[in-house]
């Protein structure tokens, strides 16, 4: 007997609408494997319906599963086929489960991240409250001083006072040294000296600072320090500095040697010179100062005025001539 087949438009619109067991789309008259024709209406081989386990007509996506894994066409699955079914959805159980763990541990790590996250916001508003902002500088909202960091050393400038009518020095050239025949000492405001103890207590860097004659500058630098001892009446640093309150304590006195300038530093009087040096004009800085003036070509009495800016002295050996 001749093979049958549903006309082209009628198995197609089968197809689309899923009433037809899309695998088998070829009927002949066996009944065991293939689909049959009754009075023009498509129907499931023996094989399909072995596998329609609703009876609804239509293999769904699990019963067409089923169906492909018997390849031998029994019409049910051997016990090798449920054993590589149950082994393949153990381990897919096992996927799912190593899946969640990691699920659970990243939500562990976010709630985590979100806890420290609220503490740094804490502690920041926490500090903020201690500080605020003057001008460009951040300081101190209870003690109104700057706030710094450990790499920033807070200066405090200290000068030469000489034992003379209104604080005049009374300082002369002496044969090519610079001599003070008044007492002097080395003095910083009480004002600064008290709060430059307070700092130094609170292990802040703290530099002793002096500037010269010739607009340059020394640092010594005295904080923090571990064999400090600090008091409003007398306090000594590490390096062997010492800062004294003053007999009618309007400030405090600085002493040490590492007050003192060495060879070659920058000098105002033999005084602020260590032992065995005289403080004396600096020839050669002045030469090439006074060079200078000469290329910048001024009339006679500016050319003067910057030759008279030329002021150099430094810290020279005794036996240097003058």
């Known amino acids: 007997m001749a093979k049958q087949t549903l006309p082209v438009t009628q198995l197609m619109a089968s197809i689309e609408s899923g009433d037809a067991d899309t695998a088998h789309s070829t009927v002949s008259d066996s009944e065991?494997?293939?689909t049959t024709v009754k009075a023009g209406i498509y129907e499931m081989s023996r094989l399909s319906q072995a596998y329609d386990l609703n009876g609804d007509g239509v293999l769904d996506a699990a019963e067409r599963a089923m169906k492909d894994m018997d390849t031998t066409?029994?019409?049910?699955?051997?016990n090798e086929k449920v054993y590589q079914l149950m082994n393949e959805h153990l381990e897919m159980q096992k996927s799912l489960f190593r899946f969640k763990k990691v699920v659970i541990g990243l939500a562990v790590f976010v709630a985590l991240l979100t806890l420290s996250n609220l503490g740094t916001s804490f502690a920041a508003a926490y500090l903020a409250k201690d500080t605020a902002t003057n001008d460009t500088v951040l300081v101190d909202a209870k003690?109104?001083?700057a706030v710094s960091t450990q790499t920033t050393a807070d200066n405090f400038d200290y000068t030469r006072a000489y034992d003379g009518t209104e604080g005049r020095r009374l300082c002369s050239k002496e044969n090519g040294a610079y001599t003070c025949t008044t007492a002097s000492w080395l003095k910083i405001p009480l004002d600064e000296g008290v709060r430059m103890i307070e700092k130094c207590k609170k292990g802040k860097t703290v530099d002793l600072r002096r500037t010269w004659h010739d607009k340059s500058e020394t640092v010594v630098p005295i904080c923090p320090t571990t064999k400090g001892t600090f008091s409003q009446i007398?306090?000594?640093f590490g390096n062997g500095i010492v800062m004294t309150l003053s007999d009618d304590g309007k400030f405090y006195e600085l002493a040490g040697d590492q007050l003192t300038q060495n060879l070659a530093d920058a000098c105002d009087?033999?005084?602020?010179?260590g032992?065995?040096?005289t403080c004396k004009d600096n020839l050669q800085a002045i030469d090439a100062c006074k060079r200078r003036c000469d290329r910048l070509r001024f009339g006679p009495q500016r050319l003067q005025g910057c030759y008279d800016g030329c002021d150099f002295r430094s810290c020279q050996a005794s036996t240097t001539e003058g």
């Open 143 to 145: 003690s109104n001083e």
């Open 234 to 236: 007398e306090s000594r």
């Open 275 to 277: 032992t065995g040096l």
């Open 269 to 273: 009087a033999n005084v602020d010179c």
């Open 32 to 34: 065991s494997s293939k």
């Open 73 to 78: 066409g029994r019409g049910y699955l051997t």
